[in-house]
């Protein structure tokens, strides 16, 4: 494909006075097929509206909010095409799916379908990175909005491509949440699990167990002052992920990782001790107690409440790292909270060690081990069930770049960007092929991070890698032409004043 790259890229160079400065294949994640119909390009005038199909009105109304900061323009959502027109329809071809797009650009206004909004909403984060960097920007810039002329076709390689943050080592508040939700979803990233809680901090108001959030939530890693969502903010930043288009999966981890619960309440505890919060880093020392009858009761309830704030078909359970529970504990423990989470209507997701306890075939384990094999998790594949893939030696965004990054940690090594972008997911775990796929996900623990800057500069420019080994075909796999690819994304980054890593790895601009 390298080749096929290079001549679309020197195809779409039109001739004529004013080229697209852009081409086609521009855009990470590469599309599956773009075809440049050079010379026929679009460009966006004053006078250029939104033609918005039945259905399309709210991904219409986004791509004009995207548009009208930086082009100064009105796009005026519309429901007729008029001369010069983005076209937005429900309807494409059966081969782009549930999650893809048709984009066909030519110098008389562009088309774009799909067959759901989700498949629209992707397509406009082509379109908006076949514009000029500078669109990008919040105030209005001197550029010509020229769009490529030619045809895409696209649609993801696995449904699943998620980023992870972590809000219990250091809380974030919703407006950082929304600001990472807007930052994802660029690159068509559409779930975001949120780790609810942890050792250090409980982040969620469960009405029936308030002192989880008041009191398990008053602290964070470092010993500043934490913070929690009420369910009302909880439910906003859902319905806010969702009008990206992003699947909020959310995590309470168990039966360790569970210090801010047991410390908020003594009857958890198996000698009825309440331990002091925590907010050191280590892991594995936590554990609910197994053999007392309240921890189902707080289980069904905290499950109970979580179930009715989800949208989503998952909850994630967690069931990583559980030093502190005996195997048989945890056999007995997850043995009752599973059916919990089907008895509230919900599917389950967790940390590959979830293999181990014979979960159903709809549960998703998390693989996030370094060594690319696991036996209960290739079982499971086996069994049927989808697995997850965060090898946290190429997926986690809290790795140092190197031994040099001021932030993250490195107990999966140093993870530099071609690390995070030269893995398949279909062969990263022995016993697990293409088929037992679900996708792939990339974690921010946040030990080390208290900033948005922070959580920016540990995501880009990893994040990106991850999101095209998620959409894009295999067959497109090529470092050489992915980091002329993401070179590209940096202006982009500037603009939006997302702070960056500058990999040496990659020639910015
Ligand atoms: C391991 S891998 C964890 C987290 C830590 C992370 C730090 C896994 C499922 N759990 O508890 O935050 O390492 O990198």
């Known amino acids: ?175 950082q949440v929304k600001r990472y939700i807007d930052e994802i979803a660029q690159y068509k990233i559409n779930r975001l699990h949120l780790h609810l809680a942890d050792d250090q901090g409980w982040r969620i108001e469960i009405r029936s167990w308030p002192r989880l959030a008041t009191y398990g939530g008053s602290t964070e890693v470092g010993g500043g002052q934490g913070g929690y969502y009420t369910q009302e903010q909880y439910r906003d930043l859902v319905a806010y992920a969702a009008s990206r288009h992003v699947t909020v999966i959310p995590e309470i981890d168990m039966p360790g990782h569970t210090n801010a619960a047991l410390a908020s309440y003594p009857e958890l505890n198996c000698d009825g001790v309440a331990p002091p919060l925590y907010t050191g880093i280590d892991v594995g020392f936590s554990s609910l107690c197994v053999d007392k009858d309240i921890t189902y009761k707080f289980l069904d309830d905290v499950i109970g409440e979580l179930a009715a704030m989800t949208p989503g078909r998952y909850l994630h359970i967690g069931g990583d790292e559980a030093h502190a529970t005996t195997p048989a504990d945890y056999q007995k423990f997850m043995g009752r909270l599973l059916p919990l989470v089907e008895k509230h209507g919900k599917l389950v997701q967790g940390w590959h060690e979830i293999a181990k306890a014979d979960p159903a075939v709809s549960a998703v384990p998390q693989f996030w081990d370094t060594d690319g094999q696991d036996a209960a998790t290739a079982a499971a594949a086996a069994r049927g069930n989808k697995i997850l893939m965060s090898p946290a030696n190429k997926a986690y965004l809290d790795m140092q770049y190197n031994a040099g990054s001021p932030l993250g940690l490195h107990w999966a090594g140093y993870v530099e960007v071609k690390d995070a972008y030269d893995w398949d997911p279909a062969t990263a775990v022995q016993g697990v092929g293409e088929e037992s796929v679900a996708g792939v996900e990339a974690p921010l623990w946040s030990e080390t991070l208290t900033t948005s800057a922070n959580i920016e500069y540990m995501a880009f420019p990893r994040l990106a890698g991850i999101a095209e080994i998620g959409w894009s075909p295999r067959s497109t796999h090529d470092w050489a032409t992915y980091r002329e690819r993401l070179a590209a994304q940096g202006p982009r980054w500037t603009a939006q004043s997302i702070d960056f890593y500058r990999s040496p790895q990659v020639d910015w601009p």
Do not use: C
């Open 1 to 175: 494909l390298g080749s096929a790259l290079l001549t679309l890229t020197a195809f779409a160079q039109p001739a004529n006075a004013a080229p697209a400065s852009r081409s086609l294949t521009d855009v990470v994640p590469v599309p599956v097929s773009a075809q440049a119909d050079s010379g026929d390009d679009f460009r966006l005038t004053p006078a250029t509206v939104l033609a918005a199909g039945h259905g399309t009105e709210q991904v219409a109304a986004y791509l004009g909010d995207l548009l009208r900061p930086s082009t100064g323009y009105r796009l005026p959502v519309v429901a007729r095409a008029r001369n010069s027109a983005i076209t937005l329809g429900l309807g494409a071809s059966p081969r782009v799916g549930e999650q893809g797009y048709q984009l066909d650009v030519s110098r008389h206004g562009i088309s774009l379908r799909a067959n759901t909004t989700d498949g629209l909403f992707a397509g406009v984060q082509t379109l908006r990175q076949l514009l000029p960097a500078a669109v990008e920007a919040k105030t209005v810039q001197r550029a010509r909005w020229v769009v490529p002329g030619g045809h895409i076709l696209d649609y993801p390689r696995f449904a699943y491509r998620g980023a992870m943050l972590d809000v219990a080592r250091h809380f974030f508040t919703p407006d």
